[in-house]
């Protein structure tokens, strides 16, 4: 018996698969793989999945049996040389998704090295045909490539036992993966015979970067359906395996796009920056707001996104402030977003941690967006991303493709973006190439002036929109920030507001 098995609910670790009514596919259970593929695996196909010792293979192949067995199906784990089963299991136990229900009822363990060491692959084929027969198996797995490679005389009689696989998998309706360490997938000049017949190669990687050692899985082969192209973030942990398409490869929405200047005004909630900017920030566009510390960005940020609505949720995402320092902060000087984060109005996603998925990250926020119909998005530091990015000049091409699926979905994003900045220097971006992505920019500054520093603000870019370039002073107080007339008009500002120092 085949089941092809659905994609289920993706829950907050996975993703959905990009298709997932194709009646030809097995779903592999890893929401974030079937992404990969375009809505899994093509049924009936074999596929090698490639990794040095230690990189998940038998992790991810075990996960595709028990999620096949939750769906009804059979799958049938056939080892060569590889780890005692008792050992293999004991591993397995730890990981969520074994059900140990299912051994020996719905996926069945076979040692097959000692039959390949009698009888070769003559042999090994003859038991394989048997045991898919008896177990009506969907799934067939193959740990060990590598020895019964050892064991074929010539290449050709390798290439034979691929071929008669491959009649096996059609005559059975079933699906077959073959486990192997042998060889480098990742150079081009290798041609090995296996690679030439099987219907899609996997391969799984380890990369250190300085201190840190990240994983990825590169579909380098797949035969009869598109796939994401190139390498993708994959985690180990206590749930399994954890695929995180890379945000740049995912095919974005294409909804016909407004003219900038035509599309209805969000407002910041700053009514001078909303004057200057014509009524506020052009619906689904981005903005990053740059300024040195202290100068205002996140209290900037914050008023943005205590205009969120039920109509028109929000979303803060931080990298240095927790959700309860940003909402002490913001009951100073903005509009209360305790009752809006109680209600579900808000919502913050909090990455104080030093290391990260940067794919991850984006991902949980455009599910977030889809399931909240979220409409403002705060990213506030998008230096955190910098940290996060490996390799580093990968960042430019992630915020375009992160603002571009936000924009897709009618999102208004503002970010901030810290600036080096002493008083009467120049100021420069620390990453030049994301301002011209971004469509609009704000400056915040400090400027010395009588003998003390003041915040000033200017509209340095709004994307196809005319808008107010004066450069306008302005004060954090407990009547929120306030712009005065023009810049060099604090003076008489101070006499009717004392104001504070708060930053941000």
Known sequence: MTVTSGPGEPGPLTSAPLASTLPDRLYSGIGGLDTLLCGGFVRNGIYIIHGAPGAGKTILSNQICYAHAAAG?????VTLLSEQHDRLLANLAQLAFCDQSRIAREIHYVSAFQLLERDGLAGLLTLLRREIMAHAAGILVLDGLVAAEAYATTELELKKFIHELQMLASAADCTMFLLTSAGHMDEASEQRPEHTMVDGMIALRETTYGWRMERDIHVRKFRGSDHLPGRHAMQITSAGIMVWPRTEALPAASPAENTQGDAPRLATGIAGLDQMLGGGLPAGSSTVVLGPTGAGKTSLALNFLARSTPAEPGLMVSFYESPDHLLARASGFAPDLGPHVADGVIGF?????????IDRIAFELLADVRRRGVRRVVIDGLLGFEGLALPAERLPRFFLALTGQLRAMGVTTLCTLEIQQVP???????????????????????VERAGRLERNVSVMKLRGSAFDSTLRAFEIGPGGIVLVTAFGAMDNFRQRSPGDTTGG
């Not at 199906?73 to 784990?77: E, F, I, K, S, V």
């Not at 996603?349 to 998925?357: D, P, T, V």
């Open 349 to 357: 996603a909090w990455h104080g941690q030093a290391e990260g998925l």
């Open 73 to 77: 199906g059979h799958a049938l784990y």
């Open 424 to 446: 009467g220097t120049t100021h420069r971006a620390p990453v030049d190439s994301l301002t011209p992505i971004a469509e609009n920019l704000i400056l915040l500054r400090h």
